[in-house]
């Protein structure tokens, strides 16, 4: 591998002064979000073109030196950062919005606009965007596109790869691959887009993506329901989900979860009276469909208390109890994060057996629990253990598998679950992701330390 002098000179002839070598600028690009994992790295790159970034690429291939591609740095399992001194690849330069194609409800977007920036251009043009999450003001479309992010409508409108007509990627050979037309129907081959989505940066650079928009829904009521069981609040779920067409999200969280974030935010409980369970529940529709949500809350069995909110600050206010659980749980310390999906079936047994199994393993350490109830997804937390002490992630991930569930909902593997990969992979399946690895990335230049388990293992 070449010196640090050279890379750091051959990236300067691609990217000029968007190269960052100062230690304090570059600590922001090393470390994820939740300060569990980070490195070092020889220079930032922050090129302003697609074809930059290609230059980028063959520059590190040809000098045989690896590079993590970055987005919004909001990832949670070490997929984003170098870990061992890898070259950061930071797209949020490329800024482009494209117009919205009114007729067909789609826009093309450069790889770092944010989640935000995307919602705001297709509300302006009387449309919506279909994902959302909480670190929508730091997310971007690349960082979403390459680990198909979920989030919080993925029941109504799916997830990242649900949106995602078009793409324009450069792979791990240099060359740029882009299908940016944004035909619905377009049966002419390998779905690259689909491909590149969710492999986590391992086969190609995201660039730009072409995006789908859904309509605008002028009508939003927000209520949190109190449940005296898991159990209780997962039924109503199902029958939120049966009868209410203009369901747009179903989030569970737990009383423990409520006062932790209540204590770090300041915020007063929407209650009075604590309650074991809560589910949040989200309507979005052309008319007001407060009185739907109404009539469907008086159908369900063991609600203890609700609240209803319709206006703009008091839903935010409503969603911050569920949202804000991540921040609050991380100034506990690194949590360890498990993004776990479960058969609706067995989603309440694992979320009762959860704490049990992880105080097995670690008497002192503390469960959080909270998630996406309407399509089985769960975070599991866990503070309070050293960061590099993976026990606790081993005894719930088997959980998961045992009860047939995936290992990674929608964070995706990244470095932190690659041992793990084979819980929810065959051999057969990992094989043929290394091959396609392979072709898409001969050199092993992009992302090295994610989603793939170290050759051998
Ligand atoms: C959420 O649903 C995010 O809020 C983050 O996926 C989950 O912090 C987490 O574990
Ligand atoms: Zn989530």
């Not at 697609?50 to 990832?75: D, F, I, M, S, W």
């Not at 689909?194 to 829904?217: D, F, H, I, Y």
């Not at 991540?326 to 498990?338: D, F, Q, R, S, V």
């Amino acid at each position: 591998m070449a010196s640090s002098r050279v890379i750091v000179d051959r990236l300067h002839e691609v990217v000029g002064p968007q190269l960052i070598v100062d230690r304090d600028v570059i600590a922001s690009y090393t470390t994820d979000w939740t300060g569990r994992f980070g490195g070092h790295t020889v220079a930032v790159v922050r090129p302003g073109s697609t074809e930059q970034v290609a230059g980028v690429v063959l520059t590190c291939r040809e000098l045989g030196v690896a590079l993590v591609p970055q987005g919004g740095n909001t990832g949670l399992v070490g997929g984003g950062v170098p870990l061992h001194g890898e070259v950061v690849l930071s797209l949020r330069r490329l800024q482009s919005l494209g117009p919205i194609d009114a007729l067909a409800g789609q826009l093309t977007a450069g790889a770092g606009v944010t989640l935000s920036a995307l919602h705001r251009a297709a509300r302006a043009a009387g449309w919506a965007y279909g994902v959302d999450l909480a670190s929508r003001d730091s997310a971007t479309v690349g960082g979403m596109v390459a680990t198909n992010a979920g989030g919080t409508h993925v029941l109504r409108y799916g997830d990242t790869r649900a949106q995602l007509l078009g793409l324009e990627a450069v792979l791990g050979t240099g060359s740029v691959v882009s299908h940016l037309g944004g035909l619905v129907k377009d049966n002419t081959g390998y779905h690259l887009p689909g491909l590149v989505c969710g492999s986590e940066g391992t086969l190609a650079v995201v660039t730009a993506a072409r995006l789908r928009l859904v309509p605008a829904m002028p009508f939003r009521t927000v209520a949190v329901l109190a449940f005296p069981t898991v159990s209780d609040a997962l039924d109503a779920s199902v029958s939120f989900r049966r009868s209410l067409p203009a369901l747009e999200a179903c989030e569970l969280f737990l009383s423990s979860g409520l006062e932790l974030v209540c204590s770090v935010t300041g915020m007063r409980s929407p209650f009075s009276d604590p309650h074991p369970v809560y589910l949040l529940v989200e309507m979005a529709d052309h008319a007001d469909p407060t009185e739907a949500l109404a009539l469907a809350t008086d159908s369900i069995d063991h609600v203890l208390d609700v609240v209803v909110a319709t206006d703009l600050s008091r839903r935010a206010e409503l969603w911050r109890y569920r949202e804000a659980h991540t921040e609050a749980i991380n100034t506990l310390g690194p949590p360890h994060k498990l993004d776990v999906t479960l058969p609706l079936g067995s989603l309440a047994e694992f979320i009762d057996r959860v704490p049990e199994t992880v105080r097995m393993i670690a008497p002192a350490a503390r469960t959080w629990l909270f998630g996406h109830a309407g399509d089985g997804n769960v975070h599991v937390n866990v503070s309070g253990l050293p960061p590099d002490d993976d026990q606790v992630d081993d005894g719930v991930l088997r959980l998961v598998a045992d009860f047939g569930g995936s290992i990674s909902a929608e964070h995706g593997i990244g470095a932190a679950k690659r041992r793990w990969l084979h819980l929810s992979r065959t051999a057969d399946e990992i094989r043929a992701f290394r091959t396609l690895k392979r072709a898409l990335d001969p050199d092993g230049v992009l992302n090295p330390n994610a989603l793939l388990p170290p050759d051998g293992s």
